[in-house]
């Protein structure tokens, strides 16, 4: 977008914060990428923006210092027009790259981008966010076995509390995320049937429309007014 901040603006901002307030936490999102693929699509000018966004993220890392716990990943991937598109895999496959004090070097595989928000808890020895809907990535703590089976057995508890209360607004029983999806689904189902009559009647009140319009009962004026 026109007004919004570059990938550098954001870049030294980042950085200034880091020499100035030393946060726990600092969330920083580089829109110049996501931007560019919007509007020009995956080509060399994505291209460009991502080597560009790469830099950046080099010197709020080198910033940053190596005590510094890192966490790397896109919320999605654009297809070669541009835009989300829809399930496609260079959409909905993004990176996560972890690294620093309290995480396990080498450990790899997929995992959902749900697990990010309760595995950033975990990191900052915080409590699970209460609607968040993954699993902490334990195999990613670089810690003991017991603490390990600590974090998961609170966050298994914080979990299906959640997933309770959210089940009953859905107008079922849901223990943990499968069954919370199976309601959902539910749910947007019995929408679309309700919704049903009322398309019906919205095409029968067009063909009507038509009919009287061409002051012809006849099949065109049916098949168009549809």
Known sequence: KDDAASDE???RQAIRIIREVHPELLVVHLPDVDNTGHVRGVGPEYREAAERADAVIARVLEEAGNDATIILTSDHGHIDAGGHGGAEDVVTTTPLVVGGPGTVIGASGEVSQADVAPTVAALLGLSRPTHATGTVLVGLLDTSQSSRDEIEE???QTAQAFFGR??????????????FERLQDAKARRSALIRLPLVVLA??????????????LHGGALITGL
């Open 203 to 216: 095409l029968i009140a067009a063909a009507v429309l038509v009919m009287f319009t061409t002051r012809h």
């Open 166 to 179: 959210a089940g009953r607004v859905l107008g079922g029983e849901a223990h943990d995320a499968a069954s």
């Open 9 to 11: 603006e954001v870049g």
């Open 154 to 156: 609170a966050h298994a």
